[in-house]
Protein backbone atom coordinates (compact mmCIF):
# COMPACT_ATOMS: atom_id res chain seq x y z
CA UNK A 1 0.00 0.00 0.00
CA UNK A 2 3.10 2.71 0.61
CA UNK A 3 4.51 1.41 -2.30
CA UNK A 4 1.17 2.31 -4.12
CA UNK A 5 0.72 5.75 -2.62
CA UNK A 6 4.80 6.71 -4.10
CA UNK A 7 3.92 5.15 -7.83
CA UNK A 8 0.77 7.87 -7.18
CA UNK A 9 3.00 10.43 -6.37
CA UNK A 10 5.51 9.68 -9.36
CA UNK A 11 2.60 9.15 -11.94
CA UNK A 12 1.13 12.88 -10.91
CA UNK A 13 4.50 14.50 -11.43
CA UNK A 14 4.65 12.92 -14.97
CA UNK A 15 1.28 14.51 -16.03
CA UNK A 16 1.84 17.72 -14.64
CA UNK A 17 5.33 17.76 -16.48
CA UNK A 18 3.02 16.19 -19.64
CA UNK A 19 0.79 19.07 -19.25
CA UNK A 20 3.12 21.66 -19.29
CA UNK A 21 5.11 20.33 -22.17
CA UNK A 22 8.26 20.29 -19.10
CA UNK A 23 11.38 17.59 -20.27
CA UNK A 24 11.95 15.07 -17.29
CA UNK A 25 15.50 17.11 -17.25
CA UNK A 26 17.25 20.47 -17.20
CA UNK A 27 16.04 23.51 -16.07
CA UNK A 28 12.43 24.81 -16.45
CA UNK A 29 12.66 27.74 -13.64
CA UNK A 30 11.98 30.57 -16.55
CA UNK A 31 9.02 28.63 -17.66
CA UNK A 32 7.75 28.26 -14.45
CA UNK A 33 7.91 32.08 -13.34
CA UNK A 34 6.32 32.90 -16.36
CA UNK A 35 3.30 30.65 -15.73
CA UNK A 36 3.24 32.05 -12.17
CA UNK A 37 3.32 35.28 -13.20
CA UNK A 38 0.39 34.45 -15.63
CA UNK A 39 -1.53 32.76 -13.03
CA UNK A 40 -1.01 35.86 -10.48
CA UNK A 41 -2.10 38.55 -13.35
CA UNK A 42 -5.16 36.20 -13.67
CA UNK A 43 -6.01 36.29 -9.96
CA UNK A 44 -5.57 39.84 -10.07
CA UNK A 45 -7.77 40.60 -12.60
CA UNK A 46 -10.48 38.87 -10.72
CA UNK A 47 -9.78 41.05 -7.70
CA UNK A 48 -9.82 44.35 -9.39
CA UNK A 49 -13.66 43.34 -10.76
CA UNK A 50 -14.66 42.50 -7.10
CA UNK A 51 -13.08 46.18 -6.38
CA UNK A 52 -13.20 45.71 -2.88
CA UNK A 53 -11.12 43.20 -0.70
CA UNK A 54 -9.57 42.09 2.41
CA UNK A 55 -5.42 41.13 3.51
CA UNK A 56 -4.32 38.64 4.79
CA UNK A 57 -0.85 38.75 5.81
CA UNK A 58 1.27 37.10 8.26
CA UNK A 59 5.58 36.60 8.85
CA UNK A 60 7.15 33.31 7.86
CA UNK A 61 10.65 32.25 7.08
CA UNK A 62 12.33 30.40 4.34
CA UNK A 63 14.67 28.10 4.09
CA UNK A 64 17.67 30.28 3.81
CA UNK A 65 16.58 32.06 7.06
CA UNK A 66 15.46 35.07 5.20
CA UNK A 67 12.65 36.93 7.02
CA UNK A 68 9.63 37.11 4.34
CA UNK A 69 5.34 38.24 5.02
CA UNK A 70 3.11 36.06 3.00
CA UNK A 71 0.26 38.05 1.04
CA UNK A 72 -3.40 36.77 0.67
CA UNK A 73 -6.32 38.39 -0.74
CA UNK A 74 -10.05 37.69 0.36
CA UNK A 75 -12.88 39.35 -2.19
CA UNK A 76 -16.36 37.92 -3.51
CA UNK A 77 -17.06 37.27 -7.28
CA UNK A 78 -20.29 36.87 -8.61
CA UNK A 79 -23.70 38.23 -7.79
CA UNK A 80 -27.19 37.09 -6.09
CA UNK A 81 -27.27 33.47 -5.50
CA UNK A 82 -23.68 32.72 -7.09
CA UNK A 83 -21.82 34.96 -4.98
CA UNK A 84 -18.40 33.49 -3.82
CA UNK A 85 -16.11 34.75 -1.41
CA UNK A 86 -12.64 33.93 -2.77
CA UNK A 87 -9.46 33.88 -0.47
CA UNK A 88 -6.22 33.65 -3.17
CA UNK A 89 -2.27 33.89 -1.84
CA UNK A 90 -0.63 36.19 -4.46
CA UNK A 91 3.27 36.11 -3.03
CA UNK A 92 6.15 36.77 -0.68
CA UNK A 93 7.14 40.24 0.00
CA UNK A 94 10.80 40.38 2.02
CA UNK A 95 10.91 42.05 5.19
CA UNK A 96 14.29 44.20 6.07
CA UNK A 97 13.06 44.16 9.70
CA UNK A 98 10.49 43.07 11.83
CA UNK A 99 8.56 46.46 13.24
CA UNK A 100 5.26 47.53 12.76
CA UNK A 101 6.46 50.53 10.57
CA UNK A 102 8.53 48.47 8.50
CA UNK A 103 5.52 45.86 7.99
CA UNK A 104 3.32 48.55 7.06
CA UNK A 105 5.64 49.78 4.42
CA UNK A 106 6.00 46.20 2.65
CA UNK A 107 2.35 45.59 2.44
CA UNK A 108 1.49 48.83 1.10
CA UNK A 109 4.39 48.67 -1.23
CA UNK A 110 3.49 45.12 -2.27
CA UNK A 111 -0.62 46.29 -3.07
CA UNK A 112 0.56 48.88 -5.25
CA UNK A 113 2.98 46.95 -7.64
CA UNK A 114 0.24 44.26 -7.56
CA UNK A 115 -2.14 47.44 -8.94
CA UNK A 116 -4.66 47.33 -6.18
CA UNK A 117 -5.64 50.57 -4.92
CA UNK A 118 -5.09 50.44 -0.99
CA UNK A 119 -8.58 52.85 -0.50
CA UNK A 120 -10.80 49.71 -1.52
CA UNK A 121 -8.93 47.80 1.37
CA UNK A 122 -12.16 46.99 3.90
CA UNK A 123 -10.72 44.30 6.31
CA UNK A 124 -7.05 43.19 7.57
CA UNK A 125 -6.77 40.02 8.86
CA UNK A 126 -3.17 39.11 10.98
CA UNK A 127 -2.59 37.25 14.19
CA UNK A 128 -2.30 38.40 17.30
CA UNK A 129 1.59 39.91 17.66
CA UNK A 130 1.45 43.00 19.30
CA UNK A 131 3.31 44.38 16.34
CA UNK A 132 0.57 43.34 13.77
CA UNK A 133 -2.27 43.69 16.53
CA UNK A 134 -1.02 47.04 18.23
CA UNK A 135 -3.93 49.38 18.97
CA UNK A 136 -0.96 52.44 19.28
CA UNK A 137 1.13 51.80 16.77
CA UNK A 138 0.74 48.22 14.94
CA UNK A 139 0.26 47.18 11.49
CA UNK A 140 -3.39 47.58 11.81
CA UNK A 141 -3.68 51.03 13.49
CA UNK A 142 -1.06 52.24 10.99
CA UNK A 143 -3.16 51.24 8.28
CA UNK A 144 -6.64 52.13 9.41
CA UNK A 145 -5.04 55.45 10.42
CA UNK A 146 -4.63 56.14 6.74
CA UNK A 147 -7.62 53.90 5.37
CA UNK A 148 -10.48 53.76 8.15
CA UNK A 149 -12.50 51.56 7.04
CA UNK A 150 -9.63 48.43 6.76
CA UNK A 151 -11.38 46.87 10.05
CA UNK A 152 -8.96 44.44 11.55
CA UNK A 153 -9.84 40.80 12.58
CA UNK A 154 -7.90 38.79 14.54
CA UNK A 155 -7.53 35.37 12.99
CA UNK A 156 -9.73 33.30 15.11
CA UNK A 157 -7.92 29.85 14.92
CA UNK A 158 -4.80 32.08 16.01
CA UNK A 159 -6.93 33.24 18.86
CA UNK A 160 -8.26 29.27 20.02
CA UNK A 161 -4.69 28.86 19.57
CA UNK A 162 -3.47 31.49 22.59
CA UNK A 163 -5.93 29.51 24.54
CA UNK A 164 -4.22 26.84 24.32
CA UNK A 165 -1.03 28.21 24.49
CA UNK A 166 -1.77 30.37 27.78
CA UNK A 167 -3.88 27.14 29.37
CA UNK A 168 -0.66 24.87 28.85
CA UNK A 169 2.01 27.61 30.13
CA UNK A 170 -0.04 29.80 33.21
CA UNK A 171 -0.54 26.63 35.26
CA UNK A 172 2.69 25.21 36.72
CA UNK A 173 1.86 21.63 36.88
CA UNK A 174 0.62 21.25 33.26
CA UNK A 175 3.59 23.60 31.95
CA UNK A 176 6.35 21.19 33.84
CA UNK A 177 4.11 18.16 32.09
CA UNK A 178 4.11 19.14 29.05
CA UNK A 179 7.71 19.53 28.82
CA UNK A 180 8.33 15.79 29.78
CA UNK A 181 5.59 14.74 26.96
CA UNK A 182 7.54 17.17 24.30
CA UNK A 183 10.95 15.15 25.56
CA UNK A 184 9.25 11.87 25.15
CA UNK A 185 8.18 12.49 21.67
CA UNK A 186 11.13 13.89 20.08
CA UNK A 187 13.03 10.55 21.71
CA UNK A 188 10.89 8.70 20.05
CA UNK A 189 11.13 10.26 16.76
CA UNK A 190 14.75 10.54 16.92
CA UNK A 191 15.39 7.41 14.73
CA UNK A 192 13.08 5.03 12.70
CA UNK A 193 14.25 1.88 14.90
CA UNK A 194 12.54 3.61 18.38
CA UNK A 195 9.76 4.25 15.97
CA UNK A 196 9.38 0.87 15.15
CA UNK A 197 10.37 -0.78 18.72
CA UNK A 198 6.75 1.26 20.39
CA UNK A 199 4.62 0.25 17.36
CA UNK A 200 5.63 -3.00 17.95
CA UNK A 201 4.65 -2.63 21.37
CA UNK A 202 1.76 -1.37 20.66
CA UNK A 203 0.49 -3.70 18.70
CA UNK A 204 2.03 -6.52 20.91
CA UNK A 205 -0.24 -4.41 23.87
CA UNK A 206 -3.46 -4.08 20.92
CA UNK A 207 -3.43 -0.70 20.99
CA UNK A 208 -5.70 0.18 17.51
CA UNK A 209 -7.36 2.99 18.85
CA UNK A 210 -4.21 5.43 18.13
CA UNK A 211 -2.89 4.52 14.20
CA UNK A 212 0.26 6.65 13.60
CA UNK A 213 3.53 5.27 14.75
CA UNK A 214 5.34 6.85 17.60
CA UNK A 215 4.05 9.91 19.52
CA UNK A 216 3.47 13.04 16.93
CA UNK A 217 6.13 15.98 17.56
CA UNK A 218 4.42 19.34 19.33
CA UNK A 219 4.61 22.27 17.12
CA UNK A 220 5.93 25.47 18.22
CA UNK A 221 3.30 27.98 16.62
CA UNK A 222 0.22 25.63 15.92
CA UNK A 223 -0.69 24.66 19.86
CA UNK A 224 -3.71 22.72 18.83
CA UNK A 225 -1.80 20.07 17.42
CA UNK A 226 -0.56 19.22 21.03
CA UNK A 227 -3.99 17.65 21.63
CA UNK A 228 -3.03 15.22 18.74
CA UNK A 229 0.63 14.57 21.00
CA UNK A 230 -1.38 14.58 24.52
CA UNK A 231 -3.89 11.72 23.00
CA UNK A 232 -1.38 9.75 21.40
CA UNK A 233 0.76 9.80 24.75
CA UNK A 234 -1.76 8.85 26.92
CA UNK A 235 -3.41 5.70 24.83
CA UNK A 236 0.12 4.15 24.52
CA UNK A 237 1.57 4.94 27.75
CA UNK A 238 2.22 1.86 28.79
CA UNK A 239 3.86 0.39 25.92
CA UNK A 240 6.00 4.06 26.17
CA UNK A 241 7.12 2.93 29.26
CA UNK A 242 7.87 -1.04 28.70
CA UNK A 243 10.01 0.07 25.34
CA UNK A 244 11.97 2.94 27.78
CA UNK A 245 12.48 0.09 30.19
CA UNK A 246 13.85 -2.35 27.91
CA UNK A 247 16.13 0.21 26.36
CA UNK A 248 17.88 1.14 29.38
CA UNK A 249 18.79 -1.78 29.68
CA UNK A 250 20.66 -1.87 26.73
CA UNK A 251 24.55 -0.99 26.23
CA UNK A 252 23.94 1.89 24.53
CA UNK A 253 24.33 5.46 24.72
CA UNK A 254 20.68 6.33 24.77
CA UNK A 255 20.19 4.04 28.19
CA UNK A 256 20.37 7.12 30.58
CA UNK A 257 18.15 9.14 28.85
CA UNK A 258 15.99 6.12 28.73
CA UNK A 259 16.08 5.98 32.40
CA UNK A 260 15.19 9.36 32.89
CA UNK A 261 12.22 9.45 30.78
CA UNK A 262 10.86 6.17 32.29
CA UNK A 263 11.45 7.82 35.87
CA UNK A 264 9.69 11.39 35.18
CA UNK A 265 6.72 8.89 34.06
CA UNK A 266 6.73 7.08 36.98
CA UNK A 267 4.88 9.65 39.11
CA UNK A 268 0.88 9.95 39.59
CA UNK A 269 1.37 13.83 39.14
CA UNK A 270 2.67 13.15 35.78
CA UNK A 271 -0.03 10.71 34.47
CA UNK A 272 -3.02 12.65 36.30
CA UNK A 273 -1.97 15.44 35.00
CA UNK A 274 -1.64 14.69 31.21
CA UNK A 275 -5.43 12.53 31.31
CA UNK A 276 -6.61 15.53 33.12
CA UNK A 277 -4.89 18.03 30.42
CA UNK A 278 -6.13 15.39 27.54
CA UNK A 279 -9.66 15.46 28.56
CA UNK A 280 -10.13 19.34 28.38
CA UNK A 281 -8.08 19.61 25.02
CA UNK A 282 -10.08 16.84 23.51
CA UNK A 283 -13.25 19.06 23.52
CA UNK A 284 -11.62 21.47 21.64
CA UNK A 285 -9.80 19.94 18.89
CA UNK A 286 -13.56 20.24 16.48
CA UNK A 287 -13.34 23.62 17.05
CA UNK A 288 -9.57 23.92 15.48
CA UNK A 289 -10.62 22.20 12.30
CA UNK A 290 -14.49 24.21 12.46
CA UNK A 291 -12.24 27.30 12.45
CA UNK A 292 -10.31 26.36 9.22
CA UNK A 293 -13.56 25.35 7.41
CA UNK A 294 -13.97 27.64 3.54
CA UNK A 295 -17.64 28.02 4.62
CA UNK A 296 -17.50 29.01 8.50
CA UNK A 297 -18.99 33.01 8.83
CA UNK A 298 -17.51 34.85 11.97
CA UNK A 299 -21.35 34.42 13.94
CA UNK A 300 -21.14 30.66 13.29
CA UNK A 301 -17.45 30.50 14.77
CA UNK A 302 -17.80 32.65 18.00
CA UNK A 303 -21.25 30.39 18.37
CA UNK A 304 -19.08 27.35 18.26
CA UNK A 305 -16.80 28.85 20.26
CA UNK A 306 -19.32 29.42 23.09
CA UNK A 307 -20.42 25.97 22.17
CA UNK A 308 -17.07 24.28 23.46
CA UNK A 309 -17.02 26.87 26.70
CA UNK A 310 -20.03 25.58 27.60
CA UNK A 311 -19.35 22.14 27.30
CA UNK A 312 -15.95 22.26 29.13
CA UNK A 313 -17.62 24.45 31.49
CA UNK A 314 -19.99 21.39 32.38
CA UNK A 315 -17.57 18.93 33.20
CA UNK A 316 -16.41 21.12 36.09
CA UNK A 317 -17.75 18.68 38.29
CA UNK A 318 -17.24 15.77 40.58
CA UNK A 319 -18.53 14.01 38.25
CA UNK A 320 -16.39 15.06 35.90
CA UNK A 321 -12.87 14.56 37.24
CA UNK A 322 -13.96 11.01 38.83
CA UNK A 323 -13.66 9.73 34.81
CA UNK A 324 -10.29 11.88 34.63
CA UNK A 325 -9.04 10.16 38.09
CA UNK A 326 -9.91 6.47 37.28
CA UNK A 327 -8.64 6.31 34.25
CA UNK A 328 -5.09 7.74 35.99
CA UNK A 329 -5.29 5.51 38.42
CA UNK A 330 -5.58 2.28 36.08
CA UNK A 331 -2.67 3.94 33.96
CA UNK A 332 -0.94 4.16 37.14
CA UNK A 333 -1.63 0.23 38.34
CA UNK A 334 -0.55 -0.62 34.85
CA UNK A 335 3.17 0.70 35.84
CA UNK A 336 3.07 0.24 39.71
CA UNK A 337 2.82 3.46 40.71
CA UNK A 338 0.26 4.12 43.46
CA UNK A 339 -1.94 7.14 43.77
CA UNK A 340 0.08 9.69 46.00
CA UNK A 341 -0.15 13.63 46.27
CA UNK A 342 2.40 15.56 47.30
CA UNK A 343 3.45 17.12 50.67
CA UNK A 344 1.89 20.07 51.15
CA UNK A 345 4.40 23.09 52.36
CA UNK A 346 3.30 25.56 54.71
CA UNK A 347 4.57 28.08 51.89
CA UNK A 348 3.99 27.23 48.50
CA UNK A 349 5.10 29.89 45.21
CA UNK A 350 4.97 27.67 42.18
CA UNK A 351 1.58 25.30 42.21
CA UNK A 352 -1.87 25.09 43.87
CA UNK A 353 -1.58 23.55 47.79
CA UNK A 354 -5.47 24.11 48.76
CA UNK A 355 -5.35 21.58 52.19
CA UNK A 356 -7.47 18.41 51.12
CA UNK A 357 -8.03 15.00 52.27
CA UNK A 358 -7.99 12.02 49.81
CA UNK A 359 -5.50 12.17 46.39
CA UNK A 360 -8.73 12.19 44.29
CA UNK A 361 -9.81 15.82 46.34
CA UNK A 362 -6.28 16.93 46.09
CA UNK A 363 -5.94 16.91 42.62
CA UNK A 364 -9.68 17.93 41.69
CA UNK A 365 -9.22 21.13 43.80
CA UNK A 366 -5.83 22.06 42.48
CA UNK A 367 -5.28 21.07 39.11
CA UNK A 368 -8.58 19.82 37.39
CA UNK A 369 -10.62 22.90 38.79
CA UNK A 370 -7.81 25.44 38.33
CA UNK A 371 -6.86 24.37 34.22
CA UNK A 372 -10.92 23.92 33.69
CA UNK A 373 -11.15 27.82 35.31
CA UNK A 374 -8.35 28.85 33.39
CA UNK A 375 -9.77 27.75 29.98
CA UNK A 376 -13.00 29.37 30.47
CA UNK A 377 -11.55 32.57 31.38
CA UNK A 378 -9.02 32.21 27.93
CA UNK A 379 -12.08 31.23 25.59
CA UNK A 380 -14.84 34.26 27.41
CA UNK A 381 -11.66 36.74 26.59
CA UNK A 382 -10.52 35.94 23.33
CA UNK A 383 -14.06 35.05 22.00
CA UNK A 384 -15.74 37.87 23.48
CA UNK A 385 -18.33 40.00 20.58
CA UNK A 386 -17.47 42.94 22.26
CA UNK A 387 -14.20 42.88 20.94
CA UNK A 388 -14.59 42.25 17.43
CA UNK A 389 -16.26 45.49 15.03
CA UNK A 390 -16.68 43.10 12.55
CA UNK A 391 -19.68 40.94 13.97
CA UNK A 392 -21.92 43.74 13.87
CA UNK A 393 -21.91 44.02 9.94
CA UNK A 394 -22.47 40.53 10.13
CA UNK A 395 -25.79 40.59 11.37
CA UNK A 396 -27.01 42.34 8.30
CA UNK A 397 -26.49 38.41 6.68
CA UNK A 398 -30.51 37.89 6.21
CA UNK A 399 -29.72 34.46 8.07
CA UNK A 400 -28.64 36.23 11.01
CA UNK A 401 -30.98 39.24 10.46
CA UNK A 402 -33.45 38.37 13.58
CA UNK A 403 -30.59 38.79 15.88
CA UNK A 404 -29.81 42.38 15.16
CA UNK A 405 -31.16 43.92 18.05
CA UNK A 406 -31.73 47.80 18.54
CA UNK A 407 -28.51 48.03 20.74
CA UNK A 408 -26.66 46.01 18.04
CA UNK A 409 -27.93 48.32 15.12
CA UNK A 410 -26.88 51.77 16.85
CA UNK A 411 -23.36 50.44 17.67
CA UNK A 412 -23.42 49.66 13.47
CA UNK A 413 -24.65 52.79 12.86
CA UNK A 414 -21.73 54.59 15.14
CA UNK A 415 -19.17 52.09 13.98
CA UNK A 416 -19.63 52.88 9.83
CA UNK A 417 -21.07 55.84 9.72
Known amino acids: ?33 KESDDI ?11 KYF ?22 VTGTGEKTEISEDFLGFCPLPKQDAATITEAILRQLTEMGLQASFLRGQGYDGASTMSGQVSGVQTRIQQLYPRAVY ?58 RAAGIPLMSDTRWGTRGTTLCAFVEKFSAVHSVLRAMETEPTSISGKAF ?25 QPLTKQLQATNLDIISAYQEARNVRDVIAQQRCEKGFRLCFQKATDLAKSVN ?62 ADLEKLTDERETELIQWYN
Request: charged share 20%; hydrophobic share 40%.
Open 1 to 33: MKNRKFLLSILDVIICLGQRNVAFRGSWEEESE
Open 40 to 50: RETLLTKVKDA
Open 54 to 75: SLLADESMDISGTQQMSICICY
Open 153 to 210: THCRSHALNLVVVHGCSDIPVVRNIMTIIEKIAVFFSATAARKAALQEQCTAAEHSRT
Open 260 to 284: NLRQSMESFETIITAVTTNHVLAYM
Open 337 to 398: VVPTKRRISVKQSYRASVPTESVEDHYRVNLFYPFIDHIISELDGRFAERNEPAMLAAYLVP
